[in-house]
């Protein structure tokens, strides 16, 4: 178990790292934007599944691995960079055809759910930061690391669902506004698909330590 006056230290700290700019609230307001505030907030469940993921890796000791073996953070990384790239030809794309047919492209909640699955277990950033991050709050006199590291991650979990929920709606509010001209969204779609590919450079080029 982790005491009261750690949850205290570590929700606010968890606040401010889910307010920073990063490209999970990122994907989050893009989509948001694009297709509803609705959609938006699968993508954050999408999303949260993903830190399930990272959460276990940590408390198993996987990550610890992981961050000892060059080969996989490279794969990691190029298979993250390149479905995000995926991501930006879509969103680009869908600006194109919307412009010729005159429609607007609509993903299934399915759908968005799993992009934020994979976009979040594709990057091996999240899982180096969880490793760093996790054991700081953890205390061997209060019980298994192991299972403190599953209490904060899923507290973790709980303030990103918070935070994201609350960029979904914002963005979504704007969407909304925006989605009524169509030149508006084709703007917003391309704009959604240079933040992918920039975000997949960023991860593709970025020192994993």
């Known amino acids: 178990m982790i005491s009261l006056a750690t949850a205290y230290a570590f929700i606010p700290v968890s ?3 889910c307010l920073a700019p990063g490209p999970d609230n990122i994907f989050v307001l893009t989509q948001s934007a694009l297709f509803g505030r609705v959609k938006g907030y699968l ?5 949260c599944t993903g830190l399930i ?12 691995l992981l961050k000892t073996s060059p080969l996989a953070i490279t794969l990691l990384k190029i298979v993250g960079a390149g479905y995000l790239s995926y991501l930006g030809w879509l969103a680009i794309s869908a600006a194109r055809n919307s412009i010729t047919s005159g429609e607007s492209v609509s ?3 399915t759908q968005l759910y799993r992009r934020g699955i994979i976009m979040n277990v594709t ?10 991050f996790l054991p700081q709050f953890t205390n061997p006199q209060q019980g298994q690391v192991a299972q403190q590291i599953m209490l904060l991650g899923l507290l973790f979990i709980f ?10 709606f914002l963005a979504g509010s704007l969407g ?9 969204q084709q703007t917003l779609s391309r704009i959604a698909g240079l933040v992918f590919i ?12």
């Open 15 to 17: 606040l401010v790292l």
């Open 43 to 47: 993508v954050t469940l999408g999303l």
């Open 53 to 64: 993921v990272h959460t276990l890796v940590v408390a198993l000791g996987f990550a610890a």
């Open 107 to 109: 993903l299934s909640l």
């Open 123 to 132: 990057n091996p950033k999240v899982t180096i930061f969880f490793l760093a």
């Open 159 to 168: 303030v990103t669902l918070v935070t994201f929920g609350m960029i979904a």
């Open 176 to 184: 909304s506004w925006l989605n009524r001209s169509p030149k508006a």
């Open 198 to 209: 920039a975000l997949a450079v960023n991860l593709l080029f970025s020192d994993i330590g």
